[in-house]
């Protein structure tokens, strides 16, 4: 049993390609669900998801992260060819996603600490429990036999997805997953040996 979880976790993939096929409420309440028992700082589940499947809030969120984009490449000195490219890709890969989680962090969510370093610390706790969170929600959807990829546009563009998702303020965007029926297969990563991530002290 241990050995078949591990093979479970391990096979999770970032899928980028997604057949149209809707799916169930059902089914993203219970990957939802699961998301909410990941652990978070003091207890305090900052979390909080925005599921999208709208076509035209779709084109709305769309046109607003792609408009700041552009700036953003002319602004770098990508030429007009590339930008093009990569508009028309953003563009394509929200309006084919039948799903996309928007994972925010709530920033009154918070224990109050009476210094600077102590508040920073609070905030960063926060979107770290976000992340948790984020990832529980990838492994859900593995369950499921759904596909999903965790994209960061929303720290890019923070402003115009909450815009886009007429989210409250105090609701920090801080990723965003597509999530669908996979269309692809990828391969495993090669994955950085272990010895050179870990320094054992014994």
Known sequence: MNSELHT???????VRRFKADAIPISTIQRILQTATYAPSAHNLQPWRFVVLTNPKIKSRLSE?????FQQDMVTDGISETEVNVRIERTTRRIQDTPALVTLCHDSLQVNHQPDAIGQAAESVMGIQSVASAGLQFLLAAHAEGLGATWICWPLFA???VRAALDLPEEWEPQGMVFLGYPAESPNTPERVPLDSLVRWIL
């Open 64 to 68: 607003t992260i792609t408009t700041r």
């Open 8 to 14: 479970f976790l391990r096979t999770r993939r970032s």
């Open 158 to 160: 923070p402003k115009e």
